[in-house]
Structure formats: C-alpha cells, structure tokens
C-alpha cells in the first residue's frame, strides 16, 4: 500500500503541486472495487469448484448482456463497425479469458491475499512501460515506491 501511494504521490511533491482530490478519490475508489471483485471471485471459483466452470458463466452472462446493450444503444451500425476489428478483438478476448482463467486456478490453490498482491504488481510493470515507451521519467521516487511494492508483494508471498 505504500508503495502505491508513493507512486500516485510521486508526481505531487516533485513539482510543487497540490495533489489532484478527484483523482485520487478515484484511485482510491478503483482500489476498493479491486478488492471487492477480488473477494467475490475468489469466493465464487470456490463455490463453483472449478475456474473453468466459473469462467463460463461469467462468459455467457456478459457475452450475451454486453453484445445486447452496444447493440441497443448503437443500432445495426454498431455490428459493421466490430469487423475491422474482428481478429484483433478476438485475440485480445482470449488472452483476456486465459489471463483471467489462470488468476482464477491460482484463487482455487492459494490464499486470496497473495494472489491478488501477485496479479496487481501489473502496476510496476505499467510504470516501467511508462517509462520505456512514454518516456515519463522514473527517477529514484518511482523506484523506491516500485521496490516497496515488490517487497511487499514478496513478504505476501512469504507469508500467506
């Protein structure tokens, strides 16, 4: 945790500036929904006993409710605007379903707690894409923060 403040503070008291209220309210907000869908698929993968089976309600609820509102509130254009996209959407949905498949089997054989410090740890990798291909800077601050990140994540692991 205080490493992801570090990191939403870094920029705040390097610059001078007042921090951004709104933005961290939402960052805080998004953190607690985080922990909230953490909680209810760890509990529901277990009481579905098999990720797979989980996995494939969750598919076919949001594969027919999702496709459903786009279509009502985009019309008949909406499905000629998708095939463009087709090969690509498709590919990314499923590295998507296997990336969430995989966190899902790793809820049934492990501790809620360290799964979800492992599958979170994607922020350090954001920064360091940040800072790679963006070229926003990651000075001594962004490190610090992303080494108490990692420590944390490792003393989670250790742990639970």
Do not use: C, N
């Not at 027919?64 to 095939?83: D, E, N, T, W």
């Not at 090969?87 to 707690?113: C, D, E, F, I, K």
């Amino acid at each position: 945790s205080a490493g992801l403040v570090g990191l939403a503070l870094w920029g705040v008291r390097s610059s001078g500036r007042r921090p951004d209220w709104p933005a961290l309210t939402a960052a805080v907000a998004t953190g607690l929904a985080i922990a909230a869908y953490t909680v209810v698929d760890g509990a529901g993968v277990r009481a579905a006993g098999s990720p797979v089976t989980y996995l494939a309600w969750l598919m076919i609820l949001e594969g027919v409710a999702i496709p459903a509102y786009a279509l009502a509130r985009r019309g008949r254009g909406f499905v000629s605007s998708l095939r463009p996209h087709a090969g690509r959407g498709l590919l990314g949905a499923a590295l998507s379903m296997a990336a969430y498949g995989l966190v899902l089997w790793a809820q049934t054989r492990a501790p809620l707690a360290p799964v979800a410090a492992l599958r979170e740890s994607s922020i350090i990798v954001g920064a360091l894409i940040g800072a790679f291909f963006f070229k926003e800077r990651f000075g001594a601050s962004r490190l610090l923060a992303a080494a108490v990140m990692a420590a944390g994540i490792g003393l989670m692991l250790h742990v639970g």
